[in-house]
């Protein structure tokens, strides 16, 4: 028998290796455990049904199914101005191409920055480190998109670039919400698709 729960149309996925065990919500969001480049989902509080062994498994997610595999379309959002890429961004952008990668998805990476560039010198180093890391992961096509000095919030332009793309998961760095790039309180509000926040 299934029960359900009623889901926001947002869910945050965050991957880290120590997250509490229990929550104060029967309704919490969905949590990632990863061991070192290893994720494993954990739903919480979601529709569930039973299997025919008598398992209670997530509905949408059967014995033996994988979380992303329904997953075809990926944004990774490049915020930081570091035209070597931060830390942050080189992790996001090796767990992008390993996703899309196992699950035959496409990657559509955009670049943001709220402020005209000074040097196209800089920019066009990062452009080519953005290549390099994806060719890294075994992506020599994808799609480069560029929102420079358009004075959004960067997190209104994930939420436009992923709504009009169709995307499906929004991978990033835990880091540009720490480094004050990304608001975590509008992430619900403007990204209209799940989003993948990876650990520092």
Not at 40 to 62: I, M, N
Not at 154 to 166: Q, S, W
Request: negative net charge; proline residues 4%; glycine residues 6%.
């Amino acid at each position: 028998m299934a029960s359900a729960h009623s889901l926001s149309s947002v869910s945050v996925l965050v991957a880290a290796s120590k997250l509490p065990s229990s929550s104060s919500s029967p309704h919490s969001i969905s949590f990632l455990r990863s061991k070192p480049r290893e994720l494993s989902l954990r739903l919480k509080g979601v529709a569930k049904a039973q299997s025919k062994e008598g398992e209670v498994s997530p509905v949408g997610v059967g014995v033996g199914d994988d979380a992303f595999s329904n997953v075809k379309h990926l944004l990774l959002p490049v915020i930081d101005r570091n035209p070597y890429l931060s830390e942050g961004t080189r992790q996001a952008a090796a767990t992008t191409t390993s996703l899309a990668k196992k699950y035959g998805a496409d990657i559509t990476v955009v670049v943001i920055d709220e402020e005209k560039r000074e040097s196209s010198a800089e920019h066009e180093t990062q452009v080519s480190n953005i290549r390099w890391h994806l060719s890294e992961g075994g992506f020599e096509e994808f799609k480069l998109l560029e929102r420079l000095g358009e004075g959004k919030k960067a997190t209104a332009i994930i939420g436009e670039v992923a709504d009009e793309l169709k995307m499906e998961l929004v991978v990033m760095s835990m880091e540009a919400i720490h480094s004050k790039y990304i608001d975590a309180n509008l992430l619900a509000e403007f990204i209209p698709c799940s989003v993948l926040l990876l650990p520092l």
